[in-house]
């Protein structure tokens, strides 16, 4: 598990959790105010006892909870936030049951427990509703206190993991300038051999490198901003021409291996997709779109570094069955991940 992926995470759980704002909002308010009357009342008792004087306050502040709990749960939609309620509680389950989520049951479980205890101030609101019965007023509160300290907490751990994988990165890089561009590959193989999870770091900076040569831009390599294992994270800086190219050659070998697999449940041979990309992706028509110019007599080598950034590009994105590039993901469905694992390795880099 990288930051990266458990930040995503708590993102959906996030948005999951912005469904209760509105319900959030108005139980707040309402544990504010009888919060406020209790208080009032706590001190007169402290400060004054019981007696003549301070009977009838307190009788009314007790009657002014009473009428503030009374006018809430008028106002209170019911259905709407029980319906919000089921359909996370469904989520929820959903991603509880699955495995792309297996490593985050801890997130996960926080989650369920606020929507347990929403569902039981639901249930407590409407059992109020149904009775009058005032006593119920102390359970509630009790009920809310918890659930908003519950989601409280969630919120400011998605706010501490947001700080602290922003100090992940390299600060001593130059920023991102108007002839750089950052690239963040995301490969989801959970490779724990320190061997090819070198090699995949590898296999970019190959690519780079030879697309460099093409291009002749020589004077920006490509720099690390972030690394990290666990499934292979990549954030780096490079030329924005070069950087450009990569994410389409990237991009590209994706969608014929994943898409071909996900349709006709077979693997692409290597030889198939490297020509395949040779024809579709014409690196030096990209270049002369970019005003790169590129020395039409060195084509020959031109052809054999093509060749050569197919087959690193097939070495780095065959273990994987999910990938993001930047903001694009790809991946295999739950139940063809198995045959696709065990066919690529041979298919796609052994032949």
């Not at 065990?342 to 052994?350: D, F, T, V």
């Amino acid at each position: 598990m990288t930051s990266y992926e458990l930040l995503a995470v708590y993102q959906q759980l996030s948005e999951l959790l912005n469904k209760l704002e509105p319900y959030t909002i108005e139980l707040n308010i309402l544990y504010d105010e009888i919060n406020e009357l209790n208080r009032q009342s706590i001190d007169l008792l402290i400060s004054s006892g019981i007696n003549n004087e301070s009977t009838p306050i307190l009788s009314q502040k007790r009657q002014d909870i009473i009428n503030k709990q009374a006018q809430f749960a008028q106002n209170f939609n019911m259905l709407g936030h029980h319906a919000s309620l089921i359909e996370i509680s469904k989520t929820i389950n959903s991603m509880k049951n699955s495995t792309d989520y297996s490593e985050y049951i801890f997130e996960i479980n926080i989650i369920e427990g606020v929507i347990i205890h929403y569902d039981i101030m639901t249930k407590q609101l409407y059992e109020y509703i149904k009775t009058r019965n005032h006593h119920i007023i102390s359970s509630l509160l009790g009920s809310i206190k918890t659930a908003v300290e519950l989601l409280q907490n969630f919120k400011e751990n998605h706010k501490y993991l947001l700080s602290f994988s922003d100090r992940l990165e390299n600060t001593k890089i130059l920023d991102i300038t108007t002839d750089s561009k950052e690239l963040i590959i995301h490969l989801d193989n959970k490779e724990s051999d320190f061997g090819k999870f070198i090699d995949s770091l590898n296999y970019i900076n190959k690519i780079y490198l030879e697309l460099s040569e093409i291009a002749n831009i020589k004077q920006r390599p490509l720099v690390v901003k972030r690394i990290e294992s666990g499934s292979i994270l990549g954030k780096l800086i490079g030329s924005d021409k070069l950087i450009d190219l990569i994410v389409l050659i990237l991009q590209r070998t994706i969608e014929l291996i994943f898409t071909k697999f996900t349709f006709e449940g077979k693997m692409t041979r290597k030889k198939e997709v490297i020509d395949i990309l040779m024809n579709e992706i014409k690196v030096i028509d990209e270049c002369n779109k970019m005003n790169i110019k590129v020395d039409q007599l060195a084509q020959e080598a031109i052809t054999k570094s093509i060749a050569l950034i197919a087959s690193d590009t097939l070495r780095l994105v065959s273990n994987a069955t999910k990938i993001k590039i930047n903001d694009k993901e790809y991946s295999i469905s739950e139940n063809a991940k198995a045959k696709y694992l065990e066919q690529n390795s041979k298919l796609l880099i052994e032949e």
